[in-house]
T-cell receptor
Framework: GAVVSQHPSRVICKSGTSVKIECRSLDFQATTMFWYRQFPKQSLMLMAT?????????EQGVEKDKFLINHASLTLSTLTVTSAHPEDSSFYICSAFTSGRTSSYNEQFFGPGTRLTVL | DAKTTQPPSMDCAEGRAANLPCNHSTISGNEYVYWYRQIHSQGPQYIIHGLKNNETNEMASLIITEDRKSSTLILPHATLRDTAVYYC?????WGAGSYQLTFGKGTKLSVIP
């Protein structure tokens, strides 16, 4: 199956700093990438949808100025958590979607996640 | 809002079949049923999906009732590595929202030695 990577897998930062998380589709081009957030013992919550070359669409309640998303190419999307605070500590997961894989209906592939801890 | 209902947890003996139910009574005619699972501290993994016919792949079988209001995911011979949270998701095949997956709370399956 298609592979999606995330980097870093784990990051610890001080309150007030910014953290960038990368999401890459390794063997396919992703027209759309999704960013999710997951707090302990809770389900995944969609934060935003990003399409290559255009602005991201944020879900209600997600601050677009705090969670900056850039989808500059068909294989890379980045999420930057600006001025991070302890309440931003969470597990961030990306997924990549492509409509070109006609041999499979499973169009959305998930990355392994990034554990962010803000001290 | 998630459009599915699943039991919060289930246990299964290793080597036995695990049958995970899902209710989706408001499913529309153009919506697929998808199953994903998430092993602790990992990203979700696709398992299987179906529209109205039963489906089988190397990982599992999906049984969808004739009225499509519920389905069952079957892991034929559960192993300890199948311990995970299993998510049942309905998703349109086209139109608004067809790209998005909305995760509910899922079922925590524990495979017991």
């Amino acid at each position: 199956g298609a592979v999606v990577s995330q980097h870093p897998s784990r990051v610890i930062c001080k309150s007030g700093t910014s953290v960038k998380i990368e999401c890459r589709s390794l063997d396919f081009q992703a027209t759309t990438m999704f960013w999710y957030r997951q707090f302990p013992k809770q389900s995944l919550m969609l934060m935003a949808t990003s399409n290559e070359g255009s602005k991201a669409t944020y879900e209600q309640g997600v601050e677009k100025d705090k969670f900056l998303i850039n989808h500059a190419s068909l294989t890379l999307s980045t999420l930057t958590v600006t001025s991070a605070h302890p309440e931003d500590s969470s597990f961030y997961i990306c997924s990549a979607f492509t409509s070109g894989r006609t041999s499979s209906y499973n169009e959305q592939f998930f990355g392994p996640g990034t554990r962010l801890t803000v001290l | 809002d998630a459009k599915t209902t699943q039991p919060p947890s289930m246990d299964c003996a290793e080597g036995r079949a695990a049958n995970l139910p899902c209710n989706h009574s408001t499913i529309s005619g153009n919506e697929y049923v998808y199953w994903y699972r998430q092993i602790h501290s990992q990203g979700p993994q696709y398992i299987i999906h179906g529209l109205k016919n039963n489906e089988t792949n190397e990982m599992a079988s999906l049984i969808i009732t004739e009225d499509r209001k519920s389905s069952t995911l079957i892991l034929p011979h559960a192993t300890l590595r199948d311990t995970a949270v299993y998510y049942c998701i309905v998703r349109p095949t086209w139109g608004a929202g067809s790209y998005q997956l909305t995760f509910g709370k899922g079922t925590k399956l524990s495979v017991i030695p």
